[in-house]
């Protein structure tokens, strides 16, 4: 069997470019006589991987050099706890911009830590929209703003953002980052765990601004601590080699096609086709969220029965489309489609979409 159209959410599909040269230099890394994955994370060879991923993000990205570019393990997820123990002061609090359950782990973690607000939600209607920036309500005294870019379960997408004067804007970009341009120096702080867009699971990017890393609280556990990571470069301990090194050829890829703008353009092109057939479909297929707040990266429909979703799913599967399950808390179908995914993909599955239709 040759390789499908993978609609995964996470761990997702990678670009078959970056795979093959991984598998190219599998266990023979140029010429070393050694794999990847047996290298010291100290050798030249590490130490060059290393510098070219960050340089290849600096480039794609447009990352100033006031920021700092981290490799750290522990997903997104801890994330969620760290940057709250470093940047919320003793008795201060920070607010968050709650648009989905990763959001609220988000929350939940500063809660534990330190303290977070709500300073916006749209769980009242299932997160099936995105509270529009004007509307957030902003604690002057919050040590920063937290809010998720695209919100993987419910399918919703902040791809602007606001200008807010003298605040620390952190983002969430685990399932979206690289997929279109963004003016980084918006934000203080953008973190992503890399097994949507940039590569396998068990390196999280962390992209961090000087001044908001100098706002850190001092007498964290070391390895909780950013300062620690940025002083030694990622290396303090440990990072996650091969994990980075993929994100590295991911990197790469993306810069043979095109760069972000390139990217930008496919992935608006695959999302303007699937929603045009969805909006086509006379209610057969039905989005969840509202459309000026529909994701790019992920999917969500529902249709008239869970018998026939259930249908669909798998004779799209038995055609080489997988993947396509919903998550419980939405239901239906899912379609993820991170850059990896081709064009292509699209055409097929909506081309299925359509023959589904007129036989069921
Ligand atoms: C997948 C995801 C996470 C969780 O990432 P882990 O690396 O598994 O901790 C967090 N936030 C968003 C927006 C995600 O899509």
Same mark, same amino acid.
């Given at each position: 069997?040759? !390789?499908?159209?993978?609609?995964?959410?996470?761990?997702?599909?990678?670009?078959?470019?970056?795979?093959?040269?991984?598998?190219?230099?599998?266990?023979?890394?140029?010429?070393?006589?050694?794999?990847?994955?047996? #290298?010291?994370? !100290?050798?030249?060879?590490?130490?060059?991987?290393?510098?070219?991923?960050?340089?290849?993000?600096?480039?794609?990205?447009?990352?100033?050099?006031?920021?700092?570019?981290?490799?750290?393990?522990?997903?997104?997820?801890?994330?969620?706890?760290?940057?709250?123990?470093?940047?919320?002061?003793?008795?201060?609090?920070?607010?968050?911009?709650?648009?989905?359950? @990763?959001?609220?782990?988000?929350?939940?973690?500063?809660?534990?830590?330190?303290?977070? !607000?709500?300073?916006?939600?749209?769980?009242?209607?299932?997160?099936?929209?995105?509270?529009? $920036?004007?509307?957030?309500?902003?604690?002057?005294?919050?040590?920063?703003?937290?809010?998720?870019?695209?919100?993987?379960?419910?399918?919703?997408?902040?791809?602007?953002?606001?200008?807010?004067?003298? *605040?620390?804007?952190?983002?969430?970009?685990?399932?979206?980052?690289?997929?279109?341009?963004?003016?980084?120096?918006?934000?203080?702080?953008?973190?992503?765990?890399?097994?949507?867009?940039?590569?396998?699971?068990?390196?999280?990017?962390?992209?961090?601004?000087?001044?908001?890393? $100098?706002?850190?609280?001092?007498?964290?556990?070391?390895?909780?601590?950013?300062?620690?990571?940025?002083?030694?470069?990622?290396?303090?301990?440990?990072?996650?080699?091969?994990?980075?090194?993929?994100?590295?050829?991911?990197?790469? @890829?993306? *810069?043979?096609?095109?760069?972000?703008?390139?990217?930008? *353009?496919?992935?608006?092109?695959?999302?303007?086709?699937?929603?045009?057939?969805?909006?086509?479909?006379?209610?057969?297929?039905?989005?969840?969220?509202?459309?000026?707040?529909?994701?790019?990266?992920?999917?969500? #429909?529902?249709?008239?029965?869970?018998? +026939?979703?259930? $249908?669909?799913?798998?004779?799209?599967?038995?055609?080489? +489309?997988?993947?396509?399950?919903?998550?419980?808390?939405?239901?239906?179908?899912?379609?993820?489609?991170?850059?990896?995914?081709?064009?292509?993909?699209?055409?097929?599955?909506?081309?299925?979409?359509?023959?589904?239709?007129?036989?069921?």
């Amino acid at each position: 069997m040759g !390789r499908i159209f993978n609609f995964n959410p996470g761990p997702s599909t990678l670009p078959l470019a970056a795979l093959e040269k991984a598998q190219a230099e599998f266990t023979d890394y140029k010429g070393s006589g050694m794999s990847v994955l047996e #290298i010291s994370h !100290r050798s030249k060879d590490f130490e060059a991987i290393l510098a070219d991923t960050q340089n290849l993000l600096k480039e794609m990205l447009g990352i100033p050099d006031n920021y700092s570019i981290l490799f750290l393990g522990g997903g997104a997820s801890l994330q969620f706890a760290m940057l709250a123990m470093n940047f919320i002061p003793a008795g201060g609090s920070a607010d968050y911009v709650v648009t989905g359950e @990763w959001a609220k782990r988000a929350l939940k973690e500063a809660n534990i830590v330190a303290k977070g !607000r709500v300073a916006a939600s749209s769980e009242e209607r299932n997160f099936s929209y995105l509270p529009r $920036a004007e509307s957030w309500d902003l604690d002057p005294a919050a040590a920063f703003v937290h809010v998720t870019s695209n919100n993987t379960i419910f399918g919703t997408q902040y791809r602007t953002f606001p200008a807010l004067k003298d *605040k620390f804007l952190i983002c969430d970009m685990s399932s979206d980052i690289l997929s279109h341009r963004i003016d980084v120096s918006q934000f203080a702080m953008i973190y992503a765990g890399a097994q949507k867009n940039l590569g396998p699971a068990g390196v999280t990017l962390v992209i961090l601004r000087n001044d908001l890393a $100098a706002t850190a609280r001092e007498g964290l556990p070391t390895m909780l601590s950013y300062a620690t990571h940025i002083k030694n470069n990622s290396l303090y301990n440990t990072p996650p080699c091969f994990p980075i090194y993929i994100m590295q050829l991911t990197l790469q @890829w993306v *810069k043979e096609i095109g760069g972000l703008a390139a990217i930008e *353009k496919i992935n608006r092109d695959k999302a303007e086709l699937l929603y045009s057939t969805i909006d086509e479909s006379g209610g057969y297929y039905r989005g969840t969220v509202e459309p000026e707040s529909r994701s790019w990266m992920n999917v969500t #429909i529902r249709m008239v029965s869970e018998e +026939l979703e259930a $249908a669909f799913i798998a004779e799209a599967k038995a055609q080489g +489309l997988g993947g396509l399950k919903g998550h419980r808390s939405v239901g239906g179908i899912r379609v993820s489609m991170y850059n990896a995914m081709p064009l292509a993909g699209i055409e097929k599955l909506t081309a299925f979409m359509k023959a589904f239709k007129a036989s069921h």
